[in-house]
């Protein structure tokens, strides 16, 4: 084998192929046992079916049918089929299954040079957003820090990823550039981040900043995920209710849409720990197709319903959320559900070959957390949105940047306007 970083599912079939036994029958087929359960035919447990054609592998567990991608079992027949153990322990090549894998293209040149711009680039498309925000009247009171520079030393010091203070030195050569009037001081940034007054102009910014690349989207994936923060659950609570509290910390959860082509951000939602994802799907379309014009949405199981899959299908575009094992088309009367359910059943390989495109979001959170961290360092729940609504800015920032160099894309914002502040901070 050669020796390069094996993917999970990689590593798990290795695990399968030591410990244990698989069978090929005459025909060519292997029976792969089951990691739950019983193990072993003999013991009467559960197995697979894995038939190795170097051409089109194929596999009956539900991983392989949901991706249509090598799944571990076919990984564990591969690795079986490659060696081979001999009296003497010997290990021997005795066969070598190629089979393909997909692979990603990328411009290397576009990629390099977006990154070695990303943070100059960055600041100047940043100061170019917050010129679009107006300042609030004031009638009395000590005069205000300027909210332009307020969302522009918030949304830096995110991207940054350090500390307020040690964020100084990079919001000093920002002001000599002129993209501050005023040079604030690490506490104030900490005040920035409780003001209510940030969270919808930042839900504007984010909209804003996607607008540039409407020209390349036209298919979108939804998903949530959650951003753990410094606050655990009260001890009372785990003391005097439920013990196993006790180490669980609070965390936000992030429901978005995202394009599947450059993984910018759509539209967002932001609830606490129990918010429920469906509920978030109509309004996280209707925004998206008010900016955008949709072909296609996927999303997972937990987002299908009757009402889901007809909010996509009211902005003409069409709708891969796949049905349960238990679906059927006589759960209901509703048209909708029986037209997309025998779609979804007499085109399944078509259906989860699109249906693959939702693996786009969960890179898309895995760009927002490797990138901005998957955790909240701020103490309240209004610092806590404010924080999280600055990783999703940047990293649109960081897409539109990549798209500059690999699409030629010259963003330009505030041609229009798309929403006021008070109907921003509505959708929030």
Known sequence: ?????????????????????????????????????????????????????????????????????????????????????????????????????????????????????????????????????????????????????????????????????????????????????????YNTIFN???????????????????????????????????????????????????????????????HLMCGVKTNVVTAIRITDRYGADSPQFKPLVDETGENFTMAAVSADKAYLSSANLQTVLDHNAMPFIPFKANSSAKWTTNPVWQRMYHYFSYNQRYFLQRYHERSNVESTFSMIKRKFGDSLRSKTKTAQVNEALCKILCHNLCCLIQSMFEFQVQPDFWQEEELTPTQGLERL
């Open 192 to 254: 920035y981040f409780e003001s209510e007054i940030l969270t919808p102009h930042l839900g504007l910014l984010i909209q804003e900043s996607s607008l540039p690349l409407r020209a390349l989207e036209s298919s979108f994936a939804v998903d949530s995920s959650g951003f753990s923060t410094s606050k655990f659950v009260q001890w009372v609570q785990a003391k005097h209710y439920n013990p196993k509290l006790m180490e669980k910390r609070e965390w936000l959860k992030v």
């Open 1 to 185: 084998m050669e020796t390069e970083q094996l993917s999970a599912r990689e590593l798990r079939a290795l695990e399968i192929a030591a410990k244990s036994k698989l069978v090929r029958a005459n025909d060519g087929r292997w029976f792969v046992p089951s990691q739950s359960g019983k193990s072993g035919m003999s013991q009467g447990g559960s197995y697979y079916v894995v038939k190795p054609d170097p051409a089109r592998p194929h596999c009956t567990c539900p991983d392989f049918e949901s991706r249509q991608m090598r799944c571990k079992h076919i990984f564990a027949v591969e690795y079986t089929i490659q060696r081979e153990e001999t009296a003497d322990g010997e290990t021997v090549v005795t066969e070598t299954l190629k089979v393909s894998r997909k692979t990603y293209s990328q411009d290397w040149p576009a990629y390099n040079k977006a990154q070695t711009d990303e943070k100059a680039l960055f600041q100047r498309l940043l100061h170019q957003l917050c010129l679009g925000i107006d300042q609030p009247s004031q009638a009395m009171g000590r005069p205000r820090v300027p909210l332009q520079d307020m969302i522009f030393s918030s949304a830096f010091k995110v991207y940054s990823t350090v500390s307020a203070r040690r964020f100084m030195t990079d919001l000093r050569e920002a002001f000599a550039k002129g993209y501050i009037s005023k040079l604030p001081c």
